[in-house]
């Protein structure tokens, strides 16, 4: 069985400064790896997919980030923020193997932006 | 052009009544899935759905059935609505099955009262 742990459930930083957000999984099988951002009220947009093809992943927003499989962890970075990164975000996970169960997700980190 | 749409945006109804959630995607994805977010954030998937082939979250309850009437389309039927089903509903596709980038709905919000 697949899971994900996002450690802190608020992470809290200065406009400007570099963001951490921590994702850590298991999986049984090579995993599919996703972040997705969630802004108030409104859906989820993905910032970026880890596919095996390069262990370091950029999204959008400026956003990146490092598989390391070793470290089963998958966290995402931002080296300047802004205070429009302010939001839910969600680290998720699928695995490599047959049939369809959707995305786990982590329990989500709120990124508060200080000015 | 939304990619994924949901009406209705919210939904107040009373404990004991049948509603549904109707979801449509224009994308020309085979594969249709209904999460529920609950009032800490938590998403959970409930159900996938690619070319009739349904695969059901065991730990959802059989008063949710979902209801597919075309490739574009995935409904989500609740009957017998309790306290404990008020969250905010998300409707995803995706091209295929495992790995595939999935895209979200602008979710409905259930309350039930």
């Known amino acids: 069985a697949q899971s994900v742990t996002q450690l802190g459930s608020h992470v809290s930083v200065s406009e400007g400064a570099l963001v951490l957000l921590r994702c850590n999984y298991s999986s049984s099988v090579p995993p599919y790896l996703f972040w997705y951002v969630q802004y108030p009220n409104q859906g989820l947009q993905l910032l970026l997919k880890?596919?095996?093809?390069?262990?370091l992943v950029k999204g959008i927003n400026g956003f990146e980030a490092e598989f390391k499989k070793s470290e089963t962890s998958f966290h995402l970075t931002k080296p300047s923020a802004h205070m429009s990164d302010a939001a839910e975000y969600f680290c998720a996970v699928s695995d490599s193997g047959g049939g369809a169960d959707g995305l786990t997700f982590g329990k989500g980190t709120h990124l508060i932006i200080q000015p | 052009d939304t990619a994924v749409s949901q009406t209705p945006k919210y939904l107040v109804t009373q404990m004991g009544n049948d509603k549904s959630i109707k979801c449509e995607q224009n994308?020309?994805?085979?594969?249709m899935y209904w999460y529920k977010q609950d009032s800490k954030k938590f998403l959970k998937i409930m159900f996938s759905y690619n070319n009739k082939e349904l695969i059901i979250n065991e730990t959802v309850p059989n008063r949710f059935s979902p209801k597919s009437p075309d490739k574009a389309h995935l409904n989500l039927h609740i009957n017998s609505l309790e306290l404990g089903d008020s969250a905010v509903y998300f409707c995803?596709?995706?091209?295929?099955?495992?790995?595939?980038?999935?895209?979200f709905g602008p979710g409905t919000r259930l309350t039930v009262t």
């Open positions: 880890y596919t095996s093809a390069a262990t």
């Open positions: 995803a596709s995706s091209p295929g099955w495992r790995g595939e980038v999935q895209y």
């Open positions: 994308l020309g994805h085979d594969t």
